[in-house]
Every structure is written in C-alpha cells, then in structure tokens.
C-alpha cells in the first residue's frame, strides 16, 4: 500500500509539472541527442481543459545555444522563423483557440548546423484569459563529439545552410560530397510535399553550390534535402517576402 502511494504521488508530480487547471503542455521528452545538420524535434501535446474556448501564448524564453550554427525554432501548424520568440493560436500566426477539450500538437525543432554541444531551451505556454496558468518547460538537445579510436572523426558530407537566408526570392546551397556518386538535392515544404529537385545526377567527390529561386513560392519554412553515398541531411531555409 505504501509503495503504491509513493508511486502516485510521483506520477502526481510528473503531470503536475506540465499542467494547470486550464491548459496541459505535456512533452514525449525532454532530453534528446542527434548529429549534426539534422534536425532534433521535441513533440509537445498542447491541450484545452477547459469548456470553453482558450487561447495559448507559446514563449520561448531561453534560448542557449552553444554557438551561433545552431539555431531552434517553434512548429504549431505553421513553422516559424528561428527569430520568432512567441507565437500564439490566433488568426495572426495561422491558427485558432482551442475549442472545449482539443488537443494540438506543438513542436520545438533544434538545428545544430555544426559544433557539436548542448542546446537548452525554455518554453512557456500560457492561458492569455488567465495568465497565471502556465506550464514551463525546459529541453536539452545534444550532439556528442564523434570518437573513433580516441581521435575526433570528421563528417564525410556536409550540408551548408544557404545563404542568404532569410531569402527572398533566390539563394544558394552549397554542399560536400566524400565520393563521387549518385546526389540528389529536394526543396520540400513544411508538410513535406516536394517543391522542386534542384540536383539529380552522378556528381564527382568534393564541394558543390546551386541557386534556388523561389519567385512563385509564397513566404514560409521549406525544407533542402541532399542524399550522397546512403546518407542523408536537411536542412530549413526561410523566405521572407
């Protein structure tokens, strides 16, 4: 018996953490680890307690990252730029309250581009009717340093973010192939239709750029895919009319 209420009282406790009375923001984890220049995702359930409509501010209030190639950003329908802090399920971010009981799912997208090293973010959701409930949450993405044999190994392909970016309408990706090999290079958009196949041939080992003109695209998140010698790696890149 007492075994069993220590085991609810911490099971309590763990629900508590990501709940208010009005709102829940309950993450799958919280810790995770990846590698470099693909993205680490943390899914998060937003739910509506209430039986009444509720609209959620989502803040970002920390935001360490190790260094200036890693980047995160915030997904709640729409994807946002990573210099978006606080987003919201109004008309002005693509969204809607919450209706009595709905569940939506948030997401917190970490980009390490390069440096391997821990990222830390905070995210707080928050009741905009009532304030004081609102669930803070804090993420740790790492990407550890690859060790073989004691020596520090290095990436055989690499993905460079484009640049420009933001862009508006064109930019260029640059990329480094170990061998020479079939390469492909997909610009995708945020729900992972594919936009346009801007490489698709044998290409010889070593470093590649292309131009991408997005002119009849419309402003938002989409997403460069490269394939070489059974890898893969995508990148974001954000056009901004």
């Not at 629900?15 to 810790?31: E, G, N, R």
């Not at 044999?149 to 640059?174: C, R, W």
């Not at 061998?179 to 698709?200: A, C, D, P, W």
Request: proline content about 6%; charged content about 10%.
């Amino acid at each position: 018996m007492q075994k069993a209420l220590l085991l609810f009282l911490f099971l309590g406790c763990s629900v508590f953490l990501y709940s208010q009375s009005s709102i829940a923001f309950v993450p799958q984890s919280t810790t995770q680890s990846g590698t470099l220049g693909n993205d680490i995702p943390f899914i998060v359930e937003l739910k509506n307690n209430t039986t009444q409509q509720v609209t959620v501010t989502i803040i970002r209030r920390l935001n360490n990252m190790p260094t200036a190639n890693w980047t995160s950003s915030m997904c709640l329908g729409l994807c946002f730029s990573p210099f978006k802090d606080s987003i919201a399920t109004t008309k002005a971010f693509g969204s809607t309250p919450l209706n009595p009981g709905e569940t939506r799912e948030f997401s917190l997208h970490v980009s390490p581009l390069a440096d391997p090293g821990q990222g830390k973010i905070r995210i707080v959701a928050r009741n905009d009717a009532k304030p004081s409930d609102s669930v803070s949450v804090d993420f740790l993405a790492i990407v550890p340093v690859a060790v073989n044999d004691g020596h520090v190994t290095a990436h055989s392909m690499k993905l460079e973010q484009n640049y420009p970016n933001p862009f508006n309408p064109s930019t260029v990706i640059s990329y480094q192939t170990a061998s020479s090999g079939m390469v492909s290079l997909v610009v995708s958009n945020i729900v992972g239709q594919e936009i346009t196949t801007l490489v698709h041939g044998i290409q010889s080992a070593g470093s590649h750029s292309v131009s991408f003109n997005a002119k009849n695209l419309p402003s938002g998140l989409y997403y460069y895919t490269l394939q070489a010698n059974g890898q893969r790696i995508t990148r974001k890149m954000m056009l901004v009319r």
